[in-house]
């Protein structure tokens, strides 16, 4: 059964740091590149990074560029997010998910809130 499970959400202030976490089983994690996507109040579900198989390549959304850093650990089968100068913009859901077009489940997601 493929599952995701996205861990390390909470509330912090504006400038600092988030570590979110993505625990993947029941597919081969290292033959998927991974991405995470986050969804604001009222908004629709965006890409914000992904990372391929490997981890040698990264892309990331304008609005987090230089601020974010997607990596992943294919021993664990875990994808991470390092979130740094966090703003009031980036208070949404976060979810991890393989990249379009292999959609797994989504996971329940893990809620990140930037506010003073």
């Known amino acids: 059964q493929v599952q995701l499970v996205e861990s390390g959400g909470g509330l912090v202030q504006p400038g600092g740091s988030l570590r979110l976490s993505c625990a993947a089983s029941?597919?081969?994690?290292?033959?998927?590149?991974m991405t995470w996507y986050r969804q604001a109040p009222g908004k629709e579900r965006e890409l914000v990074a992904s990372?391929?198989?490997?981890?040698?390549?990264?892309n990331y959304a304008d609005s987090v560029r230089g601020r974010f850093t997607i990596s992943r650990d294919n021993a664990v089968n875990t994808v991470y997010l390092q979130m740094n100068s966090l703003k009031p913009e980036d208070t949404a859901v976060y979810y991890c998910n393989r990249l379009s077009g292999y959609f797994a489940p989504w996971g329940q997601g893990t809620l990140v809130t930037v506010s003073s």
């Open positions: 990372i391929s198989n490997s981890g040698r390549i990264t």
């Open positions: 029941g597919f081969t994690f290292s033959t998927y590149a």
